[in-house]
């Protein structure tokens, strides 16, 4: 039986007794609306840990755009089944006042990191970021944590908080899961108006396509290509695609680059933003 706790001491007694007993804890955050990417999470962490812990919060220190907030898919009855249908053992569903009983002020610098790609498109989106996931990582101290690499920046960035501040938590990326029509799993897809739904896929088909156009293109021409493609949908409207390198995220400027090359992309259907990325170069 899952058992759903709201608030950090009656978390830490929780936890306190499995490390006691000298249990291995896993930790999925998340910030509900689960799917079946946040299952795979689930599944992966149980398969690894003694233990799985998953948060359920929506963070509103990371949200730039206050509808964006306000409208975010919020399903807290539905997610804790979807949980419990997993094996999810605890999940963890704190207010925002548990949280943050004041309001949290750190600032944090990840160079580069944040400054590219959704951190240029959405300011203070990672700072944000940053600032929960580091208090959830100090309630429920974790021996792993997982995280979709649907938001490959975001990953980066929490790999180098961990390090920056010394967690000694492992930080796992695991695969995007996506639709059977290609658009990459998420919160938002909920959102979606049906016309928009329909034309969603075009991105994740489009990079596929880019990927094969490599001999063809320049970085620049397939830059010009992407973005092409896809704004010639109505319903569609690139706001930023990079090829960038796989772990410093600055953009790569030939197919010669000595690290790997990671393409990301933000793509407006409507008011509602996606994200999704893939690999042009191991
Ligand atoms: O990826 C998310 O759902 C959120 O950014 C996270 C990591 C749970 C922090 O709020």
Same mark, same amino acid.
């Given at each position: 039986?899952?058992?759903?706790?709201?608030?950090?001491?009656?978390?830490?007694?929780?936890? $306190?007794?499995?490390?006691?007993?000298?249990?291995?804890? $896993?930790?999925? +955050?998340?910030?509900?609306?689960?799917?079946?990417?946040? !299952?795979?999470?689930?599944?992966?962490?149980?398969?690894?840990?003694?233990?799985?812990?998953?948060?359920?919060?929506?963070?509103?220190?990371?949200?730039?755009?206050?509808?964006?907030?306000?409208?975010?898919?919020?399903? +807290?009855?539905?997610?804790?089944?979807?949980?419990?249908?997993?094996?999810?053992?605890?999940?963890?569903?704190?207010?925002?006042?548990?949280?943050?009983?004041?309001? =949290?002020?750190?600032?944090?610098?990840?160079?580069?990191?944040?400054?590219?790609?959704? &951190?240029?498109?959405?300011? &203070?989106?990672?700072?944000?970021?940053?600032?929960?996931?580091?208090?959830?990582?100090?309630?429920?101290?974790?021996?792993?944590?997982?995280?979709?690499?649907?938001?490959?920046?975001?990953?980066?960035?929490?790999?180098?908080? *961990?390090?920056?501040?010394?967690?000694?938590?492992?930080?796992?990326?695991?695969?995007?899961?996506?639709?059977? =029509?290609?658009?990459?799993?998420?919160?938002?897809?909920?959102?979606?108006?049906?016309?928009?739904?329909?034309?969603?896929?075009?991105?994740?088909?489009?990079?596929?396509?880019?990927?094969?156009?490599?001999?063809?293109?320049? *970085?620049?021409?397939?830059?010009?290509?992407?973005?092409?493609?896809?704004?010639?949908?109505?319903?569609?409207?690139?706001?930023?695609?990079?090829?960038? =390198?796989? =772990?410093?995220?600055?953009? *790569?400027?030939?197919?010669?680059?000595?690290?790997? !090359?990671? $393409?990301?992309?933000?793509?407006?259907? &409507?008011?509602?933003?996606? !994200?999704?990325?893939?690999?042009?170069?191991?």
């Amino acid at each position: 039986m899952i058992k759903v706790v709201a608030t950090i001491v009656e978390l830490k007694e929780e936890l $306190g007794y499995y490390r006691n007993n000298g249990k291995s804890i $896993g930790f999925v +955050p998340t910030m509900g609306a689960l799917h079946q990417g946040h !299952i795979s999470l689930v599944e992966r962490c149980r398969a690894e840990n003694d233990v799985t812990v998953v948060s359920i919060f929506v963070n509103p220190t990371q949200f730039n755009d206050k509808n964006d907030l306000k409208n975010y898919p919020r399903m +807290p009855e539905k997610d804790v089944a979807l949980l419990e249908q997993a094996g999810a053992n605890i999940v963890f569903v704190p207010d925002e006042k548990e949280i943050y009983p004041e309001p =949290d002020t750190r600032v944090f610098d990840f160079g580069m990191l944040d400054k590219v790609m959704e &951190g240029k498109f959405r300011p &203070g989106h990672f700072n944000g970021v940053a600032q929960v996931v580091s208090k959830l990582f100090d309630i429920v101290n974790p021996h792993r944590a997982y995280f979709g690499l649907k938001d490959y920046q975001q990953l980066a960035i929490i790999r180098a908080m *961990v390090k920056m501040l010394g967690y000694g938590v492992e930080v796992i990326g695991c695969p995007i899961v996506r639709e059977t =029509d290609g658009l990459a799993m998420s919160s938002r897809n909920l959102l979606l108006s049906a016309e928009h739904r329909k034309s969603a896929p075009l991105i994740y088909r489009t990079l596929s396509e880019a990927r094969n156009k490599k001999g063809e293109f320049s *970085v620049k021409e397939l830059i010009a290509w992407v973005e092409s493609r896809i704004n010639s949908d109505p319903n569609l409207r690139v706001e930023y695609f990079e090829l960038a =390198d796989a =772990d410093t995220l600055e953009p *790569v400027e030939s197919w010669e680059h000595q690290n790997g !090359i990671v $393409g990301c992309i933000a793509v407006w259907a &409507g008011n509602i933003r996606l !994200i999704d990325n893939t690999m042009f170069k191991e």
